[in-house]
């Protein structure tokens, strides 16, 4: 997984002197770098025993430390468990949607196309979507750490999608009787079934080309010009 790290950056600003984000060195960048090895292992626990199974000291020993150390880092179970979900949350956000403006104003087959192009970047990190499985369908339960974390993102992606096909519908890109509440819960429900049944093949089955079927034939089907993703 690719974690949002701190970095050299400059930033010209015509309105002053550049801004620069210096490189953490010494004991912050050790701990940067703990706090990386950490949350990569409980990736790998939580996709194999979901949340509540995983256990703490497993996670901390695969990295070489003790409980306390890992607890030194993350304050509870719970709060680690949130870290490696932001984590993925932001990664997935500043790779494919970054710079895209308003959702309205995101073509709708770009839309699709960056979806596809999410997919076969998930396929790189076959731990995360066995745990994003495994915890999604855990986190059912309103009792789970992450049920407001899967509630809301549920919420915020398929308004998202939402939002973008009731604009390529007033655009004249996409019919005008498509169902865009209906479509966007479809593709929600596509994506996330597939990532289950791809787990449960130990990754043998294509996924990804599944996927980019599956988005062609719907661009075929909503599009008045009858365009797919290619």
Not at 110 to 130: C, I, K
Not at 139 to 154: D, G, I, Q
Not at 196 to 208: N, Y
Request: overall charge neutral; some cysteine.
């Amino acid at each position: 997984m690719t974690y949002v790290t701190n970095q050299d950056e400059a930033n010209e600003s015509p309105d002053g002197p550049r801004h620069r984000r210096r490189r953490r060195t010494g004991p912050y960048a050790a701990a940067d770098e703990r706090r990386r090895l950490i949350t990569e292992s409980a990736v790998e626990h939580f996709a194999q025993w979901g949340y509540h199974n995983a256990s703490l000291p497993k996670i901390a020993a695969a990295v070489g430390i003790s409980p306390a150390g890992l607890l030194h880092h993350f304050g509870s179970k719970r709060e680690l468990l949130m870290a490696v979900l932001q984590a993925r949350a932001e990664h997935a956000a500043k790779t494919f949607y970054e710079g895209m403006g308003e959702p309205d104003g995101l073509d709708a087959l770009e839309m699709l196309r960056r979806m596809a192009a999410q997919t076969e970047f998930n396929l790189t990190q076959p731990g995360l979507v066995q745990m994003y499985a495994v915890l999604s369908a855990e986190a059912a339960n309103p009792e789970h750490p992450a049920h407001a974390y899967f509630r809301e993102r549920y919420d915020t992606i398929r308004g998202r999608v939402e939002r973008t096909l009731r604009h390529g519908v007033g655009s004249g890109l996409l019919h005008e009787d498509v169902d865009c509440a209906a479509v966007a819960r479809e593709i929600l429900a596509v994506s996330d079934g597939f990532q289950v049944q791809w787990a449960m093949s130990d990754g043998r089955w294509d996924m990804l080309g599944a996927y980019r079927g599956y988005v062609d034939r719907l661009a075929r089907t909503l599009t008045r010009s009858g365009h797919g993703i290619d």
